[in-house]
């Protein structure tokens, strides 16, 4: 999933601080604007990912954020997707069924099971976007 947030950058003992005031306690630091922008996406993409993981509702961004002084309005994107991929790198097992004439064939082939699986998902949701 894509999302776009508001959040507010600010200054805070020498670094820069990021705010997502839609995503309770999303915040983080960086030691420069670059640096805490990076982070912030990470931060987002973090906070939405264990959100959807858990079932749990998304918020909706606010339209915009009003800044006070010394902090700075921006936009912060978001792939709960991308970010999946990057992270979470568990291994799941499951069972399948497969005709017994392919698995025969394929066994004698010394064919990598899972690698295939993968590949043919990975090329299945591709198409099926």
């Known amino acids: 999933m ?8 600010f200054a805070d ?8 005031p839609d995503l309770p306690g999303c915040f983080t630091y ?16 973090m906070w939405l990912w264990d959100a959807e993981n858990k079932g749990e509702p998304v918020p909706r961004a606010s339209a915009a954020l009003t800044a006070k002084d010394g902090e700075t309005f921006t936009l912060i994107a978001a792939d709960t997707d ?6 979470d790198t ?33 090329e299945y949701l591709q198409t099926a976007r």
């Open 30 to 45: 960086g030691a420069d604007r670059a640096e805490a922008l990076l982070m912030a996406k990470d931060a987002v993409e």
């Open 90 to 122: 568990r291994a799941i097992k499951k069972t399948l069924t497969i005709p017994s004439w392919l698995n025969y064939q394929a066994e004698r082939a010394n064919a990598p099971f899972s690698q295939i699986l993968q590949q043919g998902l990975k």
């Open 13 to 20: 003992d020498g670094q820069v601080g990021v705010s997502v």
């Open 2 to 9: 894509k999302y776009v947030y508001p959040a507010l950058l």
């Open 82 to 87: 991308e970010y999946r991929q990057t992270n």
